[in-house]
């Protein structure tokens, strides 16, 4: 028994002398190998959250003086308008129709000290009355002094006895891709909301026509957010928040904005013209996906591509020419059809551009002096028509007529078909060479053009001629 005690004894004695000298001699030397390396590699906490740190340093990026500056610059827009509601067996037995009011909610920004606020077309559409809270709750009637449907941008009013907390305009033309921004509402009447993201495109045109130029982030906007402000870090305008994309109705990822340049362009035009005054370079791009493109050898270019220019057009008159390629305007990178038509839309008639072009592999630099819109587009009875192409003309021989845009004129939808793409040739045996004659048309007529016409004869998409008479 004793022998076994002191055999025990002896073990314990030695575990603990092993792992003392371990302790001392061994542990030791391997931490100090660790602590003095500069080559081990430097983790990131699991934490780590891209939208609140910065990469290595894990400092948090602080956008409060951002949306302190912003916060009281943005409204809450509430819309009444009278609708009629469904027909019922009282209404035709006496006559009459029921009308009820009809609510919707957005946001607005303040634009300057004396109330003038900026807000979505779409947000205070049909409006019989438009009323304004502002962050500290107070309550004013607005007037709205204008609207234009194609940026989606309206301009109201109020009046406050002293001056308004108005928001600073950035230029939306230098922000960049990745770049932090804010979007900032007053959805639902619940005071100023603020989110935050990065910059995730530029120019996206939601259309399908190059028609659009919007700043796309991944700042959360839903409906109530509509005509709110995106702000940069220093809280100046970059953009008008207008739109998401969604299935659902509300933010999954991608929103869109009105660049601030397009805004304010369009609100100075309607408080010194009343509408906007659109510039127009006339050219015609090709697009780089068709087929086209691929056969000329143009679909991977460093710019976009000229396939037609105007006719009387400051493009034509400046000597820019079909084939020429379109690199920059006035220092602003071009390389897709809405980086062209967004930075134009900032541009009135008249305006001079510096428009950077490469011509057999030599780059050159021309001012053009933008034209007015009327001489390639016209509005007529709801449709936006436009001037043929001559590459159009040429390739189809076509001897005549002016394109559909768009049309949004029910009957003419509904009874011949007129859409997107048909070719009017003549109104009232009258040739249609161009949108001169259609304006010519319109001057006659006045407001009551539709109920002057007889005789409409077009083309269809088929190129196929067709002739209506209306008596």
Do not use: C
């Not at 100075?268 to 370079?281: A, H, P, S």
């Not at 009387?312 to 000597?319: E, F, I, L, P, V």
């Not at 008639?349 to 053009?368: C, F, M």
């Amino acid at each position: 028994m004793k022998k076994i005690l002191t055999l025990v004894f002896v073990s314990v004695l030695g575990g603990i002398i092993a792992l003392a000298t371990y302790t001392h001699f061994i542990e030791k030397e391997q931490t100090i190998t660790v602590t003095e390396s500069s080559n081990e590699p430097q983790f990131l906490n699991a934490s780590y959250n891209t939208k609140t740190a910065n990469l290595f340093n894990g400092e948090q990026s602080d956008f409060s003086l951002a949306a302190e500056n912003t916060i009281n610059s943005v409204v809450h827009v509430k819309n009444t308008s009278i609708v009629s509601g469904a027909l019922t067996f009282e209404d035709l037995f006496y006559g009459r129709r029921s009308q009820r009011a009809q609510v919707g909610t957005g946001s607005g920004v303040i634009i300057d000290k004396n109330g003038y606020i900026i807000t979505n077309n779409h947000v205070i559409a049909g409006a019989s009355n438009i009323s304004i809270t502002l962050n500290d709750n107070r309550v004013f009637e607005a007037e709205l002094i204008g609207t234009d449907e194609k940026t989606d941008i309206a301009l109201l009013k109020i009046d406050a006895e002293e001056d308004l907390p108005a928001i600073e305009f950035g230029d939306s033309d230098h922000a960049k891709v990745g770049e932090w921004v804010l979007a900032v509402g007053n959805p639902f009447n619940l005071t100023s909301t603020v989110t935050a993201g990065i910059i995730s495109a530029k120019s996206r045109d939601l259309s399908g026509r190059n028609s659009q130029s919007f700043i796309q982030t991944d700042a959360a906007v839903n409906p109530g957010n509509s005509g709110g402000a995106l702000v940069n870090s220093n809280g100046r305008l970059i953009g008008i928040n207008t739109a998401i994309s969604s299935r659902t109705g509300s933010y999954i990822g991608y929103s869109f904005a009105v660049p601030s340049n397009i805004a304010r362009k369009v609100v100075q035009d309607i408080m010194e013209y009343g509408d906007v005054q659109e510039g127009v370079l006339g050219v015609s791009i090709l697009n780089r996906n068709s087929d086209e493109a691929k056969e000329l050898g143009v679909s991977e270019i460093q710019g976009v591509y000229i396939s037609n220019v105007e006719d009387n057009s400051g493009a034509k008159k400046a000597g820019i020419k079909n084939g020429d390629i379109i690199r920059k305007l006035d220092n602003v990178e071009i390389s897709k059809f809405s980086d062209l038509s967004g930075y134009i839309k900032t541009k009135r008639p008249n305006d001079v551009v510096n428009v950077e072009i490469e011509r057999d592999s030599k780059v050159k630099i021309i001012p053009v002096t933008l034209s007015k819109s009327d001489i390639i587009t016209v509005e007529f009875i709801d449709m936006e028509l436009r001037n043929l192409p001559s590459k159009l003309k040429k390739d189809y021989d076509i001897k005549n007529g002016v394109i559909v845009q768009d049309n949004k004129n029910k009957f003419l939808y509904s009874k011949l078909g007129i859409r997107r793409g048909y070719i009017i040739t003549g109104i009232n045996d009258i040739t249609i060479h161009s949108v001169d004659d259609i304006t010519k048309f319109t001057k006659k007529y006045g407001e009551n053009a539709q109920e002057n016409i007889f005789k409409l004869e077009y083309l269809n998409t088929d190129l196929e001629r067709k002739e209506v008479i209306f008596r």
